[in-house]
């Protein structure tokens, strides 16, 4: 993991188009502000991994089980 400092209103970019920068700094909250193209997918980390745990529960044989019954 890449560590870095940053104050307010300073910026880092990531690979050449998504720029991260420090919008304000209260207590132990941090607020950031993300620009990157719009077919850049962004989430909080605990929605991301609520999305991976619905797709492999979709792909299950659960899931597909249901996918058939509402199919028919």
Not at 17 to 22: A, C, P
Not at 63 to 68: A, F, I, T, W, Y
């Amino acid at each position: 993991m890449l560590t870095l400092s940053r104050k307010k209103n300073e910026s880092l970019i990531v690979n050449n188009n998504i720029e991260v920068t420090i919008l304000d700094i209260k207590g132990d909250q941090v607020k950031i502000g993300i620009s990157a193209p719009k077919e850049v997918p962004i989430y909080r980390k605990e929605i991301y991994m609520q999305i991976q745990d619905a797709n492999k529960k979709a792909t299950s044989v659960e899931g597909l089980e249901s996918l058939k019954n509402l199919l028919k």
